[in-house]
Each structure stands twice: as structure tokens, then as C-alpha cells.
T-cell receptor
Framework: AQSVSQHNHHVILSEAASLELGCNYSYGGTVNLFWYVQYPGQHLQLLLKYFSGDPLVKGIKGFEAEFIKSKFSFNLRKPSVQWSDTAEYFCAVNPTGNMLTFGGGTRLMVKP | NAGVMQNPRHLVRRRGQEARLRCSPMKGHSHVYWYRQLPEEGLKFMVYLQKENIIDESGMPKERFSAEFPKEGPSILRIQQVVRGDSAAYFC?????????????FGPGTRLLVL
């Protein structure tokens, strides 16, 4: 069965620092890849997605992610974080078009 | 354009009672997914439904849990004889019937607390 690993469970950064959250998946075939964000008390929102094409994907709020097929990775990046980026971030894969398999999540706290 | 609606947002039940969670997909979406998020864990897939059909229930516990998505009305996740371990956030997602590459849009979740 496929699995998704997010290496950092908790990340604390100061405003303006750069962010990179790791995501690795185990699935040998073609996958669709997603990053969702859950702000405190809110529901999951889609940040960005990769289906095919350019492996560098740009999402909302200045986030981007790079799909590296050889490393089975889909890391999330942002050059300069803001206090409002404090949230929990989930990586997910969808190999069959049906269910999403989520990573355990990374809680990001940005200090003002 | 309303998003995915879930109600109730919070539900408290005593052990042995029944819990009914409702999900109305986004307009035009005919695929519904239920996920469970236990405390301090990521979301885990439970069931995937289309109108009047259960497509994949591989993540559903074999007992006490059931789901339906009738021709009219919301999708219902039903938990009978709840136990403390059922306390979790239950999220519903929906997607359009495009076949293949579907993005799932999530509702606000129902937080179930079993006393």
C-alpha cells in the first residue's frame, strides 16, 4: 500500500525565514500530488497540486513545490514566511484518482 | 458558490449512542469521500461514494460504521454504538465527475466527542 512521509512534525520559524517541508511517498506508478493547509480552526484548503508537466508547481500565497520523480519527493517551499502562514500542512498522493493518502502533517509556527 | 457543507460542526455523544454526520457536496460534484483525523494524526481515508453507490469502503471499520449517498439529499456517515475511540474529526470531501484527475475539496469537518 502507498504511504506518505512528512519528516518534520513541528517547525518553528521567524518571519521572513525560508521554508521547506519535506514529503516523500512510496508508490511506483503515476501519482497525483497535493499539498493542503489547515489554518487553526478551519478546514483543509488546497495549496497546490501536481498532475503532470512542469515539475515545479506554483500555488497560492507564494508557495511552490517541486516534484522529483527519482526521489519520490514533493517538497513544499516558500522563500519568506509570514506570521499568517502558521498552520498545519499536509502532503497527499492520489495514485488511482480515488482516495487520497495523507502524510502525518507538519505544524508550522511562525514567530512575529 | 457554496463549498462543501458539513453538519453538525460539533457533536457530543455518550458511549453506546448513535452518531449521524452529514455532508453536502459542492454544487455539480457527484463524488463524496469521508476521512477521519484522530488526535495528533493525519487524515485517513474511510469511504468513497457516488450517488447511490459505495465505490470503495476499504478504510471503513467493519463494524458499527456505515455510509450512504442517496439520490436526493446529503451523504450520511453513521456510527452506531459509539465508543471513546471514535472521538475524532470527520472530514468530507467532494470532487466533480471528470474521471481521473480529480481535486478533492474539503468541508469544515465534524468534531465528534464521545463521553
Amino acid at each position: 500500500a502507498q504511504s506518505v512521509s512528512q519528516h518534520n512534525h513541528h517547525v518553528i520559524l521567524s518571519e521572513a525565514a525560508s521554508l521547506e517541508l519535506g514529503c516523500n511517498y512510496s508508490y511506483g506508478g503515476t501519482v497525483n500530488l497535493f499539498w493542503y493547509v489547515q489554518y487553526p480552526g478551519q478546514h483543509l484548503q488546497l495549496l497546490l497540486k501536481y498532475f503532470s508537466g512542469d515539475p515545479l508547481v506554483k500555488g497560492i500565497k507564494g508557495f511552490e513545490a517541486e516534484f522529483i520523480k527519482s526521489k519520490f519527493s514533493f517538497n513544499l517551499r516558500k522563500p519568506s514566511v509570514q506570521w499568517s502562514d502558521t498552520a498545519e500542512y499536509f502532503c497527499a498522493v492520489n495514485p488511482t484518482g480515488n482516495m487520497l493518502t495523507f502524510g502525518g502533517g507538519t505544524r508550522l509556527m511562525v514567530k512575529p | 458558490n457554496a463549498g462543501v457543507m458539513q453538519n453538525p460542526r460539533h457533536l457530543v455523544r455518550r458511549r453506546g449512542q448513535e452518531a449521524r454526520l452529514r455532508c453536502s457536496p459542492m454544487k455539480g460534484h457527484s463524488h463524496v469521500y469521508w476521512y477521519r483525523q484522530l488526535p495528533e494524526e493525519g487524515l485517513k481515508f474511510m469511504v468513497y461514494l457516488q450517488k447511490e453507490n459505495i465505490i470503495d469502503e476499504s478504510g471503513m471499520p467493519k463494524e458499527r460504521f456505515s455510509a450512504e449517498f442517496p439520490k436526493e439529499g446529503p451523504s450520511i456517515l453513521r456510527i452506531q454504538q459509539v465508543v471513546r475511540g471514535d472521538s475524532a474529526a470527520y472530514f468530507c470531501a467532494s470532487s466533480p465527475p471528470t474521471g481521473g484527475q480529480e481535486t478533492q475539496y474539503f468541508g469544515p469537518g465534524t468534531r465528534l466527542l464521545v463521553l
